[in-house]
């Protein structure tokens, strides 16, 4: 704990009144392929969607610099030579710069959650209001599994909830467009997901602006009870009335596979 209060006092100065919206913080080893270089500001700018409980979204994950890095470790993986490749998965250890980005998710939440408005620290000790809780944050590893998709205009992935062969806690880090993820709960029962009667209504679909840099995570309910998809066909991509211009999007899914049993 002294060793964050000592890097907090650096980002915001003895007092809450630092002028230095600039300062940063390097999380990583300056030779790492992917800096971990993080720009707070006052804070990283949480905005929970509240008809969900554990589903959180950071818009200003990733700076422009930190995204272009990104990208180009990606492309240097070899993963998407061919047109026909869009997706790439890793299970165990991971590459370098997914392990960086991970490692970046857990500080900004770490500190979010440890840091108020006014530079002081707060426990989080209501559960359902954490960005993620203590036994997911401090799991080692965090995630040991890796989806990298890129999406075309038009291309998006239908409603689903992720398999249970994976633990709680999701993240999805997106990169290159701006795109409308919909959240539609489900019935549950006993952990397992059922389909719902076609008789049924409707269920109303929760929308989720996902922009480049941001990251969204799943937790609990969000995660268990909850689908999630985008739907990039014509006449779908709608934010505030306007239409999205759609560009490629790629996005990254950091999970943890569930222990043997």
């Known amino acids: 704990m002294e060793e964050h ?10 007092s809450s009144d630092s002028e230095d919206d600039d300062q ?11 800096h971990s270089q993080l720009i707070f500001g006052k804070s990283p700018s949480w905005e929970p969607v509240f008809q969900i409980n554990g589903l959180s979204l950071c818009r200003d994950l990733l700076s422009h610099d930190q995204q272009s890095s990104l990208l180009s470790a990606i492309e240097n993986e070899g993963w998407f030579t061919e047109a026909s490749h869009n997706q790439a998965m890793r299970f165990g250890d991971l590459p370098r710069w997914a392990t960086e980005l991970a490692k970046l998710i857990r500080e900004v939440v770490h ?3 440890q840091v108020s408005e006014l530079g002081v620290i707060a426990a989080c000790d209501d559960r359902d209001a954490c960005l993620l809780p203590s036994n997911l944050l401090w799991r080692e590893p965090l995630f040991d599994q890796l989806i990298v998709n890129v999406y075309h205009p038009g291309e998006g992935i239908c409603a689903h909830v992720d398999l249970m062969r994976f633990e709680d806690g999701i993240a999805i880090v997106s990169l290159e467009s701006s795109c409308v993820m919909h959240f539609t709960q489900v019935e549950s029962d006993g952990g397992i997901i059922e389909k719902e009667s076609e008789r049924d209504p409707p269920m109303p679909k929760i929308p989720v602006y996902l922009t480049p840099g941001s990251v969204v995570l799943m937790w609990g309910e969000a995660r268990y009870h909850w689908k999630h998809e985008i739907n990039r066909n014509p006449g779908f ?3 505030e009335g306007k239409d999205i211009d759609q560009k490629r999007r790629t996005s990254i899914t950091l999970r943890k596979l569930c222990p043997d049993k």
């Open 24 to 34: 940063q913080i390097q999380l990583d080893d300056p030779n790492a392929e992917f």
């Open 5 to 14: 209060r000592s890097i907090i006092k650096e980002v915001f100065g003895e």
């Open 111 to 113: 500190f979010s959650e």
């Open 237 to 239: 991509q709608k934010w």
